[in-house]
């Protein structure tokens, strides 16, 4: 199984930017798009980034500007830069990845345990 660790996550002022990480280990034969969701409380999970495994990005409109996704991959790791923070990015942030851990099964997805980002007025 593909197992999504993230880390980076904490409490920043409002303006201020904070780097995630989201490293995959365990059984991978491939995974394609890799990215990053967010959950604040009362709220569906909504996508903030996706990247392919060719670099092509896709950015949530409420983060356009002020976010950036990034992956390597042949470390397996995905990151997302996040600037000029607002408080109403408060969320808890999940990474995801889409892939197969053998050739043999399907393409499923991968979801970490999520990272706490509490931006402060």
């Known amino acids: 199984q593909v197992q999504l660790v993230e880390s980076g996550g904490g409490l920043v002022q409002a303006g201020g930017s904070l780097r995630l990480s989201c490293a995959a280990s365990g059984l991978i034969f491939i995974i394609d798009d890799m990215g990053w969701y967010r959950q604040a409380p009362g709220k569906q999970r909504e996508l903030v980034a996706t990247?392919?495994?060719?670099?092509?990005?896709n950015y949530a409109d409420s983060v356009k500007g002020r976010f950036t996704i990034s992956r390597d991959n042949a470390k397996n790791m995905v990151y997302l830069q996040m600037g000029s923070l607002k408080p109403e990015d408060t969320a808890v942030y999940y990474c995801?990845?889409?892939?197969?851990?053998?050739?043999?099964?399907?393409?499923?997805?991968?979801w970490g345990q999520g990272t706490q980002v509490t931006v402060s007025p």
């Open positions: 990247i392919t495994n060719g670099g092509t990005t």
């Open positions: 995801n990845a889409v892939g197969r851990s053998t050739r043999y099964e399907k393409v499923r997805n991968y």
